[in-house]
């Protein structure tokens, strides 16, 4: 695929040149077209080659990046072919690249595939923030399990504070008579406090 720049001041002699290829993956079960290479021609010689990396999508689909370039800050998915060659004196960058090579119809792109990575910053910032909330939910349930039961417990006992040691003989009868006006009433000698336990 060659795009050439017409008669536009100094670029009129520039060409660039996509080398495309498509092969056929059993995994995927289609076809795949792949940018192997691009070069820079100006009057007919080649300027500069540049190999092409992970830019690849299937037949059917176009591919869509924001960025393709030389560049480090923009991925650099162009590497020069060689360290001897006059590649290392260009740098290259398509902004909004989109490219088709087979199946168009209707000279319309078909559905892009992008080329966002399964690692960019935005999707390792969402992981780091998922493993922080997982680690804090941990955390919490952990707490959680190590509290005392929150079933209450009733515990009865004998208050030492409010009674005085019973005697032998008294203990057959608990109960001993009030005396009121009238009435009789009973007291339980030995009484009994709770505590309740959470």
Known sequence: ???????????????????????????????????????LLYNHSIQATFNATRICA???????????SSLQRYDALLIPSSANDLSKLWEVTFIDFQIQGFNIQEGHFAYAKECASFFSPAILMGLVMSLILLLVLAY???????????????????????????????????????????????????????????
């Open 58 to 68: 299937p037949a059917s689909y176009s591919y869509h990046c924001e960025h393709v």
């Open 1 to 39: 695929l060659s795009l050439k720049f017409g008669d536009i001041g100094n670029l009129k002699g520039l060409v660039i040149r996509l080398l495309l290829t498509t092969s056929y993956y059993q995994l995927s079960v289609q076809n795949w077209f792949t940018l192997h290479r691009l070069q």
């Open 140 to 198: 919490a349930l952990h707490m959680l399990i190590h509290l005392k039961s929150l079933d209450r417990h009733y515990e009865c006992k004998a208050s030492p504070a409010y009674f005085t040691q019973v005697k032998d003989n008294d203990m057959e009868d608990e109960k001993e008579p009030l005396r009121s006006s009238g009435n009789e009433s009973y007291e339980l000698r030995n009484q009994q406090f709770c505590k309740i336990y959470i």
